[in-house]
């Protein structure tokens, strides 16, 4: 469902509360309380109802009624606070078709509350009412002193959103915010996402620019896919970052009763959160802090670290913190050495940069002011303790203009700082200047933001090309399968056990090869979560396995680089390293082929397998086991992330003759993208992205290649050129969960424009759009590109909207 009845939530005009017991002394009624002096708070005036028919207290600035049906005007947020047996009453149809959002106060008890909630979620569905909860203690949003939940105080504002599956989680994160001084976009209790998930408000604050950072506690997920496709949309531009719950197996098996619901296993949730982009934290204090240091966007751009201080003691400990994180203090340079024995001849010149403890502010800056100039590092840690001849604030004016030119990422730690400082810091830091007070907290800063970056990294990471060349056939195992298949959980006969393998390229060995001595002995398979479907697995066998247990988790599909990293964070990562890229490449490609036989064959329950290195630099594979059971989804459905849509691959022809592939666009084409943007003249770049781009960054191609199959489209139209591939063209189709709409943009090389090839990729995406059941596209033109108006009109498009500079058109499908 759309996340734009979501501003309703955060920003109501129009709010009804119900659920009074009458008593006044109720849980029920005092939380209502609560709630109603909040609203008495609030900066801008609201019209807020009170449905209740004793009346007995009534207060000054509510309107009181004694049923909804008396209002008369839409209500944007109904909040409910009544027991679950009655709230059946409120979800009528004349109430939901005027109610945008219900809030559920109160929690599940047992199974026929949750007979309940069946029951009302079919109802709001069936209007488009949105709910929130149950068990939600309601939501605020302080930029705009607006307090539409229980807790009893206004938390500062700030561009972090928080959302908590749990109210009293909820509560303990704003205290421990108010303690440490950090402050909120939005704040939302979502209880036991009935409906409204950490999805939706994923997508809802995505794209806001008042949101920097965006944290969660979150016990279960339910709706996986959508909230992977948020999260792997969303973790590009701002990060995500999470705490856990019920992550030990014993206390796994406790949440899973208390939310009546099953929930994954932690490992598959890691590994979840690392494809998603996720930053994943293990308490609450941590959470807060890695929000706030993560929202100041002070990201480094590589791991060249380096640390100036004026405290030997202060250097011993920061380069220790950093090598037992596995973090190398970067080697200073032969130039810089000598540059920086000019300001400070007495000292030992090494990383950590000790400038002296007697140094004065003017050496103390002219030190980091000559390791900025020199390029050396992508990060500093200042640590400066004050004492009489060093101001640290005055070290910071002293060097900020050399930091404008520089894109070094400077963190600040002031020791011993007084009250006067931490005065002086305030105003500092909202001119994104980042300052601590202590070590560990800079320290923690840089570690935060470095994990972010990587995670970056790996989100836009090129797909490596192998040197063996191989290839994977797909298939429909499911007829294959049909005569084996039973409802309960069944092994798959050898037979049908080693043909399917063998399809895939996955062949048993029939006799002995030529095996090492000390050879490496694996077990890889596929398991299935009962929160994230089908994951891939990689370990240990035999002895090795009871000394390291301990397995690397990936969900399919996989790509080359995707199938590395789990090999490089499996327990046989060294050994594999050790004996070259040959065996590494044999082992990704084995991983690449179960995938693709997992991704094809939704009715798989478990696969286990194991391999052998052999003299070949490869491996044997010995037959294991496959388990089956009859399942209720068609593959591709049955995984969490989608895989390459090989159905919407097309062959055409150009006016000329020539054929022409249009296809799904793919991480590999980005060198097929840089070529066609390289390509396209001024006019044409211009036309496209509504201003003339120089250069595409690999951040920007990546961005643009690898695509998110669920929520968007990219098909390219590709020739062979001199017996080359080469991309003439592409069309987009992109999905804005905030505004529920879905937006083409298409661009046609400059010496294929008139060749048919525009219309041809129109033509095809219009037909990927209705088979994914798009009920209506819209495309944003500017008013002087005449060629794209004629182009939208011939396709049924019509003006929706215009302004001085740009026409958006609409097609309804």
């Known amino acids: 469902m759309s996340v734009v009845q979501l501003e309703k939530l955060f920003n109501p005009q129009v709010i009804a509360v119900a659920g009074f017991s009458g008593t006044g002394n109720c849980e029920v009624d005092i939380k209502l309380n609560d709630l109603l002096k909040n609203l008495h708070t609030t900066a801008r005036p609201r019209t807020v109802y009170i449905i209740d028919t004793k009346q007995r207290n009534p207060q000054t600035g509510f309107i ?52 309940i909630l069946d029951q009302i979620s079919t109802a709001a569905k069936d209007e488009k009412t949105r709910i929130i909860g149950v068990n939600s203690s309601g939501v605020i949003s302080p930029q705009i002193q607006l307090n539409l939940s229980t807790h009893p105080q206004l938390p500062a504002a700030g561009k972090i959103a928080f959302f908590s599956q749990s109210g009293a989680v909820f509560g303990t994160i704003l205290g421990f915010a108010k303690e440490l001084d950090i402050g909120f976009s939005h704040i939302a209790s979502i209880g036991s996402l009935i409906d409204i998930d950490f999805g939706d408000m994923i997508d809802f604050v995505g794209n806001d620019p008042e949101v920097e950072a965006i944290l969660l506690y979150l016990e279960n997920i339910r709706n996986v896919k959508k909230f992977i496709s948020a999260c792997r949309s969303v973790s590009r531009i701002k990060p995500i970052i999470v705490i856990k719950s019920g992550r030990h197996p014993r206390i796994h098996e406790i949440m899973q009763r208390r939310v009546f619901a099953k929930i994954g296993a932690g490992p598959v949730y890691e590994s979840a959160f690392r494809r998603a982009g996720i930053i994943s934290v293990n308490d609450l204090k941590e959470l807060l802090l890695a929000g706030r240091s993560l929202s100041r ?42 540059d920086l024995r000019r300001v400070i001849p007495h000292k030992l010149v090494q990383n950590p940069i000790d400038v002296g403890g007697t140094s004065n502010t003017e050496t103390f800056a002219e030190v980091i002011k000559t390791c900025l100039a020199s390029r050396e590092f992508d990060a500093m840690i200042i640590l400066a303790a004050a004492h009489q001849t060093l101001e640290p604030h005055r070290l910071i004016k002293l060097v900020q203009k050399d930091l404008e030119s520089n894109f070094c990422a400077v963190t600040y730690a002031w020791i011993n700082a007084r009250a006067k400082d931490r005065r002086i810091a305030i105003p500092l830091a909202r001119k994104g200047v980042y300052i601590y007070f202590s070590v560990p907290a800079a320290l923690n800063a840089y570690l935060y933001s470095r994990r972010y970056r990587h995670k970056l990294n790996q989100l836009t990471a090129l797909t490596p090309r192998f040197q063996q060349d191989y290839k994977i056939r797909h298939f429909n195992t499911g007829e294959f399968l049909a005569p084996y298949i039973k409802k309960e959980l069944s092994l798959l006969p050898d037979t049908p056990t080693r043909k399917l393998l063998q399809a895939y390229g996955l062949n048993p060995t029939t006799a002995e090869s030529q095996l090492l001595e000390k050879r490496l002995l694996l077990k890889i398979g596929t398991a299935t979560d009962s929160e994230f479907g089908p994951y891939i697995y990689l370990g240990l066998d035999g002895i090795a396995a009871e000394i390291e247990p301990s397995l690397s988790i990936m969900l399919p599909p996989l790509n080359p680089f995707l199938a590395q990293v789990m090999i490089s964070r499996s327990p046989i990562a060294g050994a594999i390293k050790k004996r070259g890229p040959k065996l590494n490449e044999a082992l990704a490609i084995i991983l690449l082929r179960l995938a693709a036989f997992i991704t094809d064959s939704p009715d798989i329950e478990s696969i286990e397998l194991f391999l052998k290195e052999n003299k070949a630099e490869n491996f044997d594979l010995e037959t294991g086991y496959i388990q089956t059971r009859r399942s209720m989804t068609t593959a591709p459905r049955h995984l969490v992330i989608a895989p390459y849509p090989n159905e919407y691959e097309f062959c055409d022809q150009l006016k000329d003759g020539r054929k022409v592939l249009i296809r799904p666009i793919r991480p590999e084409d980005e060198d097929l993208h840089h070529e066609l943007f390289k390509s396209l003249s001024r006019q044409t770049n211009y036309f496209r992205f509504f201003s003339y781009r120089r250069h595409l960054t690999h951040e920007q191609a990546a961005r643009f290649t690898q695509i998110d199959y669920d929520r968007e489209m990219a098909i390219i139209a590709l020739i062979e050129d001199s017996g080359k591939e080469r991309s003439i063209g592409v069309n987009r189709l992109t999905y804005q969960a905030r505004n529920d709409q879905h937006e083409f943009a298409i661009v046609v090389a400059d010496e294929f424009q008139g060749t048919g090839v525009g219309a041809i990729l129109m033509q095809r995406l219009l037909e990927i759009a209705r088979d994914r059941k798009i009920k209506q596209i819209i495309g944003i033109v500017l008013a002087e590109n005449l060629k794209m108006i004629k182009f939208c009109r011939a396709f049924g498009f019509e003006i929706a909207d215009q302004d001085g500079n740009s026409i958006t058109f609409r097609l309804t499908l």
């Open 64 to 115: 009181y009624k004694n049923s909804i049906s008396e209002i008369d005007e839409d209500i944007d947020l109904l909040f409910l606070t009544c027991p679950l047996h009655e709230l059946p009453k409120f979800f009528t149809r004349p109430i939901l078709k005027k109610t945008a959002i219900v809030a559920i106060n109160k929690n599940i008890t047992s199974g026929q509350d949750r007979h």
């Open 297 to 338: 966007r002070n990201i480094p751009t590589g791991d060249r670290i380096g640390i100036i201080t004026n405290s030997g003691g202060l250097a011993i400990f920061t380069a220790d913190s950093l090598l037992f994180n596995q973090i190398e203090p970067t080697p200073l340079s032969k130039k810089l050495i000598s």
